[in-house]
């Protein structure tokens, strides 16, 4: 299997727990190198991992000309900037959600891509390459709900630490840029197409500024979505979707275990079926994916037109939120 060598931006937890083991079992990956702010760090976690390079700062892992593919996993205020300059070092990048810190930002990296012709950029949403979401999108397509009318979603988690990168609003903290991000992104892959209007509720903690609980509606014409996100409630997951004449109901919709299997009920009429989905990790199908899209130069599975577009609903409910009204989108 032809493989590319990878380098991480970054230690973090997420990267260090969830994603380089997931990279590793990749067949088209090699991760080749790290860096981290401090080179002792970088260098403990690539001798755990087994990792040929460190490097103690970023620009040092940016200049390895070995490098095909950087993955950035950096706080969200750092997405756009360093995903840039890796494309300016001849990189493909695969960018952690949300893609920046507003879709002004997201413009400014689609249009870097587009000046680099040749490199690939994607966003991570991982979720949408779960065989548990390729079968819901196949049911919803071949008409196994009947007419889609509505979805909702719910994504949740209690973290009140005020060091959290999660908790600081300046690197683009908060619940719907860290989770309900997803609430949008498949309400916008479910119906194919973008809301015309949204109505968005936002409680911010008093302590860090950052929003805590967003509820919000979606209105996509021919249907709503309807999602509620938070940081400081108990952890859970789940989404609902319906139509004229069935339902289908995600256990775990977003953080999809990878050791044993998902499942989703699929109701038609008064009957309902249970699909159990097969054991997979997700982080290491997108890397795969995203890597054959590398390989045979073809589209990548989501386009930075994606990561745009869902940037621009995420405003409209930060702003419905502060204007206590419903905001439009769209021409």
């Given at each position: 299997?032809?493989?590319?060598?990878?380098?991480?931006?970054?230690?973090?937890?997420?990267?260090?727990?969830k994603?380089?083991?997931?990279?590793?079992?990749?067949?088209?990956?090699?991760?080749?190198a790290?860096?981290?702010?401090?080179?002792?760090?970088a260098?403990?976690?690539?001798?755990?991992?087994?990792?040929?390079?460190?490097?103690?700062?970023?620009?040092?892992?940016?200049?390895?000309?070995d490098?095909?593919?950087?993955?950035?996993?950096l706080p969200?205020?750092?997405?756009?900037p360093?995903?840039i300059?890796?494309?300016?070092?001849r990189?493909?990048?695969?960018?952690?959600?949300?893609?920046?810190?507003?879709?002004?930002?997201?413009q400014?990296?689609l249009?870097?891509?587009?000046?680099?012709?040749?490199?690939?950029?994607?966003?991570?949403?991982?979720?949408?390459?779960?065989?548990?979401?390729?079968?819901?999108?196949q049911?919803?397509d071949?008409?196994?709900?009947?007419?889609?009318?509505?979805?909702?979603?719910?994504?949740?988690?209690?973290?009140?630490?005020?060091?959290?990168?999660r908790?600081?609003?300046?690197a683009?903290?908060?619940?719907?840029?860290?989770?309900?991000?997803?609430?949008?992104?498949?309400?916008?892959?479910?119906?194919?197409?973008?809301?015309t209007r949204?109505?968005?509720?936002?409680?911010?903690d008093?302590?860090?500024?950052?929003?805590?609980?967003v509820?919000?509606?979606?209105?996509?014409g021919?249907?709503?979505?309807?999602?509620?996100?938070?940081?400081?409630?108990v952890?859970?997951q789940?989404?609902?979707?319906?139509g004229?004449?069935?339902r289908v109901?995600?256990?775990?919709?977003?953080?999809?275990?990878?050791?044993?299997?998902?499942r989703?009920?699929h109701q038609?009429?008064?009957?309902?079926?249970?699909?159990?989905l097969?054991?997979?990790?997700?982080?290491?199908i997108?890397?795969?994916?995203?890597?054959?899209?590398?390989?045979n130069?073809?589209?990548v599975?989501?386009?930075?037109?994606?990561?745009?577009?869902?940037m621009?609903?995420?405003?409209?409910?930060?702003?419905?939120?502060?204007?206590?009204?419903?905001?439009?989108?769209?021409?």
């Open positions: 299997m032809a493989r590319l060598k990878w380098g991480v931006l970054g230690t973090s937890n997420f990267a260090r727990n994603m380089i083991p997931a990279l590793q079992q990749s067949q088209h990956v090699e991760v080749f790290i860096a981290s702010r401090s080179l002792p760090r260098e403990a976690v690539a001798a755990q991992f087994g990792i040929a390079k460190a490097y103690g700062t970023y620009r040092e892992l940016l200049a390895d000309k490098i095909d593919v950087v993955y950035n996993p969200n205020h750092l997405h756009v360093w995903s300059r890796a494309l300016e070092s990189k493909h990048v695969l960018c952690e959600k949300p893609i920046g810190l507003s879709a002004a930002e997201a400014q990296l249009e870097a891509s587009q000046r680099h012709q040749g490199l690939k950029v994607m966003e991570a949403f991982m979720y949408r390459m779960h065989p548990q979401w390729e079968r819901t999108k049911i919803i071949d008409g196994g709900v009947g007419e889609l009318r509505t979805l909702h979603s719910f994504f949740s988690y209690f973290n009140a630490d005020g060091g959290n990168i908790n600081q609003p300046d683009g903290g908060g619940g719907l840029m860290d989770i309900g991000c997803y609430n949008i992104s498949l309400s916008r892959y479910l119906f194919q197409s973008e809301p949204v109505l968005g509720l936002v409680q911010y008093p302590r860090f500024n950052t929003d805590r609980l509820s919000a509606i979606l209105d996509f021919k249907g709503t979505a309807t999602f509620t996100c938070s940081t400081q409630l952890l859970h789940r989404v609902n979707i319906l004229t004449t069935g109901e995600i256990e775990i919709p977003f953080n999809a275990p990878p050791d044993k299997p998902s989703l009920w038609r009429g008064n009957e309902t079926e249970e699909v159990q097969e054991i997979c990790n997700q982080y290491t997108q890397a795969d994916r995203f890597s054959l899209a590398i390989l130069d073809e589209p599975p989501t386009p930075l037109t994606d990561a745009v577009n869902n621009k609903v995420i405003e409209a409910v930060f702003e419905s939120g502060k204007r206590n009204a419903c905001v439009r989108l769209g021409n």
